[in-house]
């Protein structure tokens, strides 16, 4: 079992950059495939990016790739996303999430993951 903590949020002007970090206890962050998620008001939670558990694969959706990146140190065990060039549609909470431990493989769907976080708000202003 591993647990997950989120922060780095919130609020910047558009076009300005935050990091959010996800620190995991309980097990060694090398053993899990880890995704970032993000659910705005009335919207689904919707998949943002995701890493293997080697750190080797990436996987990103088209409405941040290019300005998200998604990276891992496992001495900190802690998992990071950078988040450039937002815009308000960005605005959201944002939550980190670990795979089964059997699952090495980067997933892209909420329910490909087991453990959560508790999420961290992330707001953008025009």
């Known amino acids: 079992q591993v647990q997950l903590v989120e922060s780095g949020g919130g609020l910047v002007q558009a076009g300005g950059s935050l990091r959010l970090s996800c620190a995991a206890s309980?097990?060694?962050?090398?053993?899990?495939?880890m995704g970032w998620f993000r659910q705005a008001p009335g919207k689904e939670r919707e998949f943002i990016a995701a890493?293997?558990?080697?750190?080797?694969?990436?996987y990103y959706a088209d409405s941040v790739k290019g300005r998200f990146t998604i990276s891992r140190d496992n001495a900190k065990n802690t998992v990071y996303l950078q988040m450039n060039s937002l815009t308000p549609e960005d605005t959201a909470v944002y939550f980190c999430?670990?795979?089964?431990?059997?699952?090495?493989?980067?997933?892209?769907?909420?329910?490909?993951?087991?453990?959560w976080g508790q999420g961290t708000q992330v707001t953008v202003s025009s």
């Open positions: 999430a670990a795979r089964g431990r059997n699952y090495g493989g980067a997933g892209t769907s909420t329910n490909d993951y087991v453990y």
């Open positions: 890493q293997s558990r080697t750190g080797i694969s990436t």
């Open positions: 309980g097990r060694t962050l090398s053993t899990y495939a």
